[in-house]
């Protein structure tokens, strides 16, 4: 786990980049590792995080993802982390968004237990399929869906209709590279195929996620009953 240096003072994220080098506080730059720190969520955690240390990253191809995610996570994660540490509202925020992820990784760990006494290689690919579908179902799914409603207030569009077809062949076409590669023993082909097959996964939660809002015909939210509601979620937890 890498860390970065925070200012004892409060400043802008704008001075981000300057002011990490400067000496302070040592935090993790993983901001889910920060706002579950020494709290109730910090054993679930930790569990979730020796699952990946142990289990997922013992295989060719949970090792492969995790290098290509890591890369991309920390890119602009501890930003995320910093903002955190110097802002409580932020903190919540984070803290309030994390909650369903780990019910969701939670999901994805059964899901890998349940089919790792057969292959570990294939748990570990539909483990990461699970976690990406539930998280576009969960967080992009109700974002994409009020997108819709307010492209079909001025042009008639669906995303659903003009998303599944693509989305459908970029899966297909993930599926086979992940063959493809532990047929040649490609480690570059691995790292392709999984990372595009976690991605169509998320793209196939958030359109099942999108076209069910949309069957129910879910009605906008009220902003200020929607904000009481998170008031509420949040003085709940730690």
């Known amino acids: 786990m890498t860390f970065i240096t925070i200012p004892t003072i409060t400043t ?3 001075t981000y980049t300057n002011m990490v080098t400067q000496k302070g506080t040592s935090i993790t730059s993983c901001p889910v590792s920060y706002v579950t720190n020494g709290n109730r969520l910090q054993p679930f955690a930790q569990f979730l995080r020796n699952f990946r240390d142990n289990d997922i990253q013992n295989t060719t191809a949970g090792r492969v993802f995790m290098a290509t995610f890591n890369s991309w996570y ?13 802002s409580p509202v932020v903190y919540r925020l984070v803290q309030v968004g994390v909650v369903p992820l780990l019910g969701i990784l939670y999901a994805s760990y ?11 290689e294939a748990a570990a690919l ?3 399929v699970v976690a990406a579908s539930l998280i576009g179902l969960a ?13 079909r207030r001025r042009i008639r569009f669906n995303l659903s209709t003009h998303t599944v077809t ?11 590279t992940v063959i493809a590669a532990y ?14 097959l976690v991605l169509s996964a998320l793209g196939v ?19 200020a009953n929607l904000a009481l509601l998170v008031r509420r979620f949040t003085s709940n937890l730690p």
């Open 126 to 128: 539909i483990a990461g």
């Open 183 to 196: 047929a040649t023993g490609s480690v570059t082909l691995l790292a392709l195929g999984t990372a595009n």
């Open 205 to 223: 939660g958030s359109l099942a996620g999108t076209r069910a809002l949309t069957y129910v015909q879910l009605p906008f939210v009220n902003l």
């Open 12 to 14: 802008s994220t704008g």
């Open 110 to 120: 059964y899901s890998y237990m349940l089919l790792a006494p057969f292959n570990a």
């Open 139 to 151: 967080y992009v799914a109700p974002a994409a869906y009020l997108t819709s409603r307010l492209l």
């Open 166 to 176: 693509p989305t459908a062949i970029w899966l297909t076409i993930s599926i086979i």
């Open 74 to 86: 920390y890119s602009w994660a501890p930003a995320l982390a910093y903002s955190a540490a110097t």
